[in-house]
C-alpha cells in the first residue's frame, strides 16, 4: 500500500507552536465590512492548541485605547470543536465602520501567551 504526499500545507495546529491559541477567525472579520454587525461583541474563534487560558485577564485595544468590557471576556463553546472567546460591551457599542483591534492572552499563571494566526501563518505577542 503507497501513501499518497503531496506539497499540501501542514494544518494550522501542526504549524502552531505548541501550547499558542489558534485564532480561527474573528467576528467581525476585520477584513470584511461588517454590515450586519451589531457593535457589542468581538468574538475570536480558537485552538487552545494546550493552553490553558486565563480568558477573563485578556485584553482588547479598539483603534490604539484599552476596551473596558461589560463583563470579562469568557470561552463559550458556540461550536463542539472550538472555543469562541468572547468579548463584550455593552455602553457604549464599539463602533460601526473601520477600526482596528488588537488582543493579548495571558495563561493562569499571568504569563503572555503567544498567539498563532492561522491566516497568515505567524507567530506573536497580539492578535490583530
Do not use: C, H
Amino acid at each position: 500500500m503507497a501513501l499518497a504526499t503531496g506539497g499540501a500545507s501542514p494544518s494550522p495546529a501542526a504549524a502552531a507552536p505548541k501550547g499558542a491559541p489558534i485564532f480561527l477567525g474573528v467576528i467581525p472579520d476585520p477584513r470584511g465590512r461588517r454590515i450586519r454587525w451589531s457593535g457589542d461583541q468581538i468574538n475570536i474563534n480558537l485552538d487552545l492548541n494546550g493552553a490553558v487560558l486565563d480568558a477573563g485577564a485578556s485584553t482588547l485595544i479598539v483603534n490604539g485605547q484599552q476596551i473596558k468590557l461589560s463583563t470579562p471576556a469568557n470561552l463559550v463553546y458556540l461550536a463542539p470543536a472550538n472555543p469562541t472567546l468572547q468579548m463584550l460591551r455593552n455602553d457604549p457599542r464599539f463602533a460601526k465602520g473601520e477600526f482596528s483591534f488588537e488582543t493579548a492572552l495571558l495563561g493562569q499563571k499571568g504569563a503572555s501567551l503567544q498567539i498563532y494566526d492561522a491566516t497568515s501563518n505567524k507567530t506573536g505577542d497580539k492578535y490583530s
